[in-house]
Structures are given as C-alpha cells and as structure tokens.
C-alpha cells in the first residue's frame, strides 16, 4: 500500500545535556526514502515542546522505515547528536493514527510522535 505519512514531532522528554553548563538545543530531524525534515531548535531546553507536523509522499508502508534522530544545535562547532531511533510504518496499514513513544538509543530520553497513514 502506497500512501502519504503525517508525522507530528510532539516533544521529548529527559534528554542529555551537551553543552557547557549542562543543558542542550534540541531538534529533531525525521529521515525516510532519503527525504529528511527538521523541527526548530528549543533553546537550553531537555524536555523541548515542538508540536510541528511534516508530510511525506508516496510512502510504501509495508517497507517504509522512518529514521528520528535529535540533535543539539551548535553555533560554531558541529551538532551534536543526543539519540536516535526508526520506526517501522507496516502497523499504519489499519490507517489509524498511532502515538509512538520511541526511545533514544546512543543517548538518553525519549521522544514521541503522532504518526497517520492517508491513502
Ligand atoms: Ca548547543
């Protein structure tokens, strides 16, 4: 089944701090088929609040992986990346929205997602 794929970014939770002083810029930047989107960054903020939606066409959810991954936003040096995780698409097939609350792997935290399948 081929479709598109809402994803709403809602927030994440406990998040590491990475810079001098303990907190973190976070934002997050979802992966699939080599499209990406990102969400603004929330300043010193580990339990950053996004609530921004992104859409992705075309979507094979039998096969479709959606990669999430959070990063802190850097001004000078290179982001630094607080965890990551992917998601499978094949439960979407029942076209009901489905709240995911994905772990952070290579970090600490958790970050949750509204994800909806259209035909
Ligand atoms: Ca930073």
Redesign the pocket.
Known sequence: MVGTLHVTVLNAVNLEG??LGG???PYCKIILNGTSHKTD?KS?NLFPIWNESFVFKKVDFNVAVLEVEIY????ITR??LLGKNQVSLAPLEGFRPMLVNLPLQAGKGMVNLVLNAEK
């Open positions: 990475k810079d907190s973190s810029d960054y010193k802190d936003h850097d001004k982001d630094d």
